[in-house]
């Protein structure tokens, strides 16, 4: 290490893996200069070791990390915000004042039992203990593995079992929600039903998205990166349904700008078309109750799925259509309904022809067929006359 002046400011110069360092303290005191080189030498032993003092940042409160932490989230990811402020203020609420260091396993599990004491869902509870072990960086990691290691990590979650809705049961929620108060409902009701759109792409929906002209629409932001951009054809029943909506909306606001949201926000009805409707629960609730029907609105996006199955279509068209990103979330979306299943099942039965029992007297008495050296009819006479699956339905649903 040395320490000369050029003019009246003092510089150091020493070596550090195999690199000569040189550097101005900016400062006209020998002392000062001296103090500064031994700090920066040390910066860059912490560095090289990868080893930095971090005590300023254990005792930082909690509260300061979660607000740093969503600020970065939502600029990353402005599709999922909303739950995530709805996870972090819920965090913040119970674990706000803790500093870093006091966070360990047995914290992690009080508050696992809190919210569960609030009446939170246990998956809930695992979305906000996920956002809580990602603020807290690499000591939330090491939380992870222990709670993992003690199987304390995660809540056991019910599995929410969906459903496919009946034609029946279509009718009458379609029925009722024409009859509804919310001008919304209805087309919501049968984007989801015939394009299998999630809640959030419903509502964000702009007319921008929609081509009248070649009949289709075009996703935007989805929960999926494989649900957003996708193109959906619109039916028949749809572009009926869009154009009634259409005399409403221009009846209400005029002619439709691209930019301007399909379903407008307003309360008790809609009046600002440059921002989307927020909600559609009470709606959707009241068209439920009235039509009796049990069920979630997610489960429209299950039946579309299924009837595209039951039709034959192939699982790519359905991954296209419904934005899926694997066979195995679709074979979790589609509840093939048992009468599907059986006519399926039926259609593999051997098919006897009315000239079947004559053909076969010879040698045997009438009503009694010819057995098998195993006791068991021979079925080889009926090769050739076994009825064959249709071929729009895939070998998936007969194993």
């Not at 619109?234 to 691209?258: D, M």
């Amino acid at each position: 290490m040395s320490l000369f002046r050029r003019g009246d400011v003092w510089w150091y110069e020493f070596w550090f893996a195999g690199r000569r360092i040189r550097e101005s303290s900016k400062s006209p005191s020998k002392t000062i200069a001296k103090g500064a080189e031994q700090k920066r030498k040390r910066e860059l032993e912490e560095g090289f070791n990868n080893f930095t003092d971090q005590r300023h940042e254990r005792v930082r409160t909690f509260g300061d990390m979660a607000d740093e932490h969503f600020a970065a989230y939502k600029l990353r990811l402005p599709q999922s915000a909303v739950f995530a402020e709805y996870a972090i203020n819920h965090l913040k609420r119970n674990l706000g004042s803790k500093m870093l260091v006091d966070f360990n396993e047995a914290v992690i599990i009080q508050y696992q039992n809190a919210r569960l004491g609030e009446s939170a869902a246990p998956k809930s509870v695992n979305e906000e203990v996920g956002f809580l072990l990602r603020i807290l960086g690499d000591p939330g990691d090491l939380l992870r593995i222990r709670l993992r290691k003690r199987k304390m990590l995660k809540l056991k979650v019910r599995q929410t079992i969906g459903k496919a809705y009946t034609p029946a049961e279509k009718d009458r929620m379609l029925e009722e929600a024409g009859k509804a108060r919310s001008p919304h409902i209805y087309l919501a009701l049968t984007l989801a039903l015939n394009a299998g759109m999630r809640d959030a792409e419903i509502k964000t929906l702009t007319w921008e998205q929609l081509d009248f002209t070649k009949e289709y629409l075009a996703v935007g932001s989805s929960k999926t990166e494989a649900g957003e951009g996708r193109t959906i054809p619109l039916n028949s029943t749809l572009l009926e349904v869009f154009a009634e909506y259409g005399e409403w909306y221009r009846e209400r606001f005029g002619k439709p700008q691209p930019e301007w949201y399909v379903f407008p926000f307003g309360k008790p009805s809609p009046s600002d078309p440059t921002r989307p409707v927020t909600t559609l629960k009470t709606a959707w609730n009241n068209v439920r109750k009235n039509a009796k029907v049990k069920g979630r609105w997610h489960d429209n996006r299950h039946t579309l799925i299924t009837d595209l199955a039951e039709s034959g279509a192939g699982d790519q068209t359905i991954m296209d259509i419904a934005g899926h990103v694997s066979k195995q979330m679709l074979k979790h979306y589609s509840h093939i309904r048992m009468e599907a299943k059986r006519r399926a099942l039926e259609s593999i039965v051997p098919v006897r022809s009315a000239t079947e029992g004559s053909g076969r007297q010879t040698g045997q008495a009438e009503g009694h067929p010819q057995q098998s050296p195993h006791g068991l009819q021979d079925r080889s006479t009926q090769a050739g006359k076994m009825t064959l699956p249709p071929q729009n339905v895939s070998l998936s649903k007969l194993l």
